[in-house]
């Protein structure tokens, strides 16, 4: 039980490292890009709403690997008796 718990843990932490350090900074970066094409008339406004929508379903799936990594903390606490949860890494704002 406690490797199994310990592998989830891992591995959702390492899912938020990857959202936070790649993920989301690219998709933000392609918005970006996305909306100074769209301001200057070289992408079409479909393309703009393409990358907005990537930027909130990045978002979402942002938020569901911190409820994993969240619900991993718990159950290793849970299992290993701890007063405190594991740290799990302070997430940090996205735009």
């Known amino acids: 039980k406690v490797a199994d718990a310990i592998s989830r843990y891992r591995a959702a932490r390492q899912l938020v490292e990857n959202y936070e350090t790649a993920i989301l900074p690219n998709v933000t970066q392609v918005q970006k890009l996305s909306q100074e094409g ?25 938020v569901e690997a911190l409820e994993s990594l969240w619900r991993a903390a718990a159950d290793l606490s849970g299992i290993l008796q701890l007063e405190r949860l594991p740290p799990p890494g302070v997430p940090r704002a996205k735009p």
């Open 38 to 62: 769209y301001a200057k008339g070289v992408f079409e406004f479909a393309r703009y709403l393409q990358a907005q929508r990537s930027v909130v379903e990045t978002n979402l799936g942002y």
